[in-house]
Each structure stands twice: as C-alpha cells, then as structure tokens.
C-alpha cells in the first residue's frame, strides 16, 4: 500500500491568483498522477509526473495552467494557475508502483474558485 | 481509446438487501479493472481488481465483482448492504501496465441506503 498526503485539503481562492497542491508519499515511487474530479463528475486525469522527465499531460490540460514539479520520488506538486470559477474542483494526488498493482489516491485537494 | 460506462447515476437500495452496480468497458486488449469507493470528503479506497485468473474477485467490506470477456462487464455485487456503504462509487480501466499510464474511470454511481 501506499499512505498519501495532500495539502491544502482545501481552499477558497480569489479567480486570477494560483494555488500549489502538494503530494507527499511515504515511500519512493516511480509514477505519479493527478487526477481532476468536478463537481458531480467523475475522476479526469490530468497529468502523469514521472521523476527525472518532464511532466506528460492528457488532451485539455497544458502546462501553462497546470504546471507539475517532481523534484523526486516521493514527492510532486500542481499548480492551478489563473484561476476560474470553472477550476473549482477537487484535486487528486495518485501513485502507482508498476505493473500489475493498483493505484492508491491521496485524500484530495478540494478548491473553491471565487 | 478505452472507455467506462456506469449507466447507473444513483441506485437506491434498502439496509440488507442485495446490491449489484453495474460496469461496462470499452478496452481493445485485455483490460484491468477495478473497482472505488469515495465517502463524502473522503479520497478513493479500492474495493477490488481483477488483472486475470479466476473471474469473479473477492474485495474489501463484503463486496465482490465478476468479470464478463463476452459482454465487457465488471459488475459489481453485495449480498446484504449496510447503511455505511452509502457513498460514490467508481469503476475505472487501466492499460495493460495494470494503470500505468493512468486510469480512465466511469462516471459514477452515487449509492442510497434506505433504513
């Protein structure tokens, strides 16, 4: 298993400000994901943060709005940048430790643009 | 691309009574599948995976899902719910990595328990 802890667990932001959310492991692990989850929606991935390369980012996400660190491997950080009302959403931290084993989720980021 | 397709929204089921939440996939090769559930405020907690092997997978708190090749189906099942279980949950596919690129998930099927 994997314990994952995320901070802020949530947060109220003014629109045009950016928030950072990190994600911290408590042990080393190769991938890394971030996961979007809207109101009422299902889980959207955002991005894959393996250490050592930049980050590989799903169709509809850029870099510019959601810029991810992995300064190494147990440890990543998303930024949502310019922020709008639409970015309300909660924000989820996900590790895998390779094939053939599950994913593990972090507690979660919910953020409230206004 | 892989896809997953949770038709119902909401399911409303009294304590004690059986449980069966429905999953179709969409995969070109042999799919990994499991099985989420979300509290409210809560992150995701696994209930169970199926990667291969026997088809029908036992998981966490009493719940168990079978896996269908010939209908793309990974139901999911609970002989007798208790009122704890109400909560959100998701069916989801990874690649053949076991979800080593990532998962791609259903919508959802938000669960009622009806004391």
């Known amino acids: 298993s994997a314990v994952i802890s995320q901070k802020p667990s949530r947060d109220i932001c003014q629109r045009g400000t950016s928030l950072t959310i990190q994600c911290q492991v408590d042990?080393?692990?190769?991938?890394m994901f971030w996961y979007r989850q809207q109101p009422g929606q299902s889980l959207t991935l955002i991005a894959t943060?393996?250490?050592?390369?930049?980050?590989?980012?799903e169709s509809g996400f850029v870099i510019d709005k959601f810029p991810i660190s992995r300064p190494n491997l147990t440890f990543s950080t998303l930024t949502v940048s310019n922020m709008s009302p639409e970015d309300s959403s909660i924000y989820l931290c996900?590790?895998?430790?390779?094939?053939?084993?599950?994913?593990?989720f972090g507690q979660g980021t919910r953020l409230t643009v206004v | 691309a892989q896809s997953v397709t949770q038709p119902d929204i909401h399911i409303t089921v009294s304590e004690g009574a059986s449980l069966e939440l429905r999953c179709n996939y969409s995969?070109?090769?042999?799919?990994?599948l499991f099985w989420y559930v979300q509290s409210p405020g809560q992150g995701l907690q696994l209930l169970l995976k199926?990667?291969?092997?026997?088809?029908l997978v036992q998981g966490i708190k009493g719940f168990e899902a079978e896996f269908k090749r010939s209908q793309s189906s990974f139901n999911l099942r609970k002989p007798s719910v208790h009122w704890s279980d109400a909560a959100e949950y998701f069916c989801?596919?990874?690649?053949?990595?076991?979800?080593?690129?990532?998962?791609?998930f259903g919508k959802g099927t938000h669960l009622i328990i009806q004391p």
């Open positions: 042990s080393q692990v190769t991938m």
């Open positions: 996900s590790v895998h430790r390779g094939q053939n084993t599950e994913a593990f």
């Open positions: 943060a393996n250490q050592g390369s930049e980050a590989t980012y």
């Open positions: 989801a596919v990874g690649n053949s990595g076991g979800g080593a690129d990532g998962l791609t």
């Open positions: 199926y990667f291969s092997g026997d088809t």
């Open positions: 995969y070109g090769a042999t799919p990994y």
